[in-house]
C-alpha cells in the first residue's frame, strides 16, 4: 500500500518569508514523488518531482522540494514567498514498480500575508 | 488551458438523473485518470485506464459508469447518484508511469 500524510491543513507565512509545506509518505519500495498546486477553481497543476538523484529537486515558481529516505519526507520549499503562492499544494506518492496511479495527501492551504 | 478539456465544468442532478462527464487530451498521452476531490479529504482515485483498458478501478460504486472509447477521450456516466457525490471530479492524462499528471479543470457536481 502506499500514502501520504500533509500534517498541517492550512499554513500562513509573511510575504518574502521562507515557507515549508511538510509532506511524509510511505510506499513499498523506492518511492516517486510529486508536489502539485491548485488555485480557485482550477485542476492540480505540476510543480517538481522526485524519481531518482539528487535530494534537492527544483520545480516552478522558484519552489524546492528536499527528499529525505530515512525520514521518509519530502517537504516543499520556497526562499522567499509570495502573495501570488497563496493556494492549496497536494504531496503525491507512488512506487516505482509503475502498476499503481499516484496517492495523493489531503492537501495544505498556503496563505501568505502582505 | 493544459491541454486536458473537461466539460461541462459545472453540474446540478437530480437523484435520479442519468448524466455523463467528459475530458479530452490531444497530448498523445497513453493513460487517463478520474479522481474525485472532496473538501479537506485527499484526492480519491476512481478509475485508472492505460491504452483505452481500464487498469485499476478502486472500489468505486456502480452508480459511476467509466467508458474510454480511445486514448483521448474518457468519460463519467452519472446514474442514481446520492448527495455525498457532491464534489470536484477531475480527470488527468500521463505519457508514461515516470512522468507526472496533466489535469483538467474539473467538473463541479453537486446532487439535490
Sequence with gaps: AQSVAQPEDQVNVAEGNPLTVKCTYSVSGNP???????????GLQFLLKYITGDNL???SYGFEAEFNKSQTSFHLKKPSALVSD????????????????????????????? | ETGVTQTP????????NKKSLKCEQHLGHN?????????KKPLELMFVYNFKEQTENNSVPSRFSPECPNSSHL?????TLQPEDSALYLCASSVGQNYGYTFGSGTRLTVV
Design chain 1, 32 to 42: 516517486y514523488l510529486f508536489w502539485y498546486v491548485q488555485y480557485p477553481n482550477r
Design chain 1, 57 to 59: 529537486v527544483k520545480g
Design chain 1, 86 to 114: 497563496s493556494a492549496l499544494y497536494f504531496c503525491a506518492v507512488r512506487d516505482d514498480t509503475g502498476r499503481r496511479a499516484l496517492t495523493f495527501g489531503s492537501g495544505t492551504r498556503l496563505q501568505v500575508q502582505p
Design chain 2, 9 to 16: 465544468r459545472h453540474l446540478v442532478m437530480g437523484m435520479t
Design chain 2, 31 to 39: 493513460a487517463m485518470y478520474w479522481y474525485k476531490q472532496s473538501a
Design chain 2, 75 to 79: 468519460f463519467l456516466h452519472l446514474h
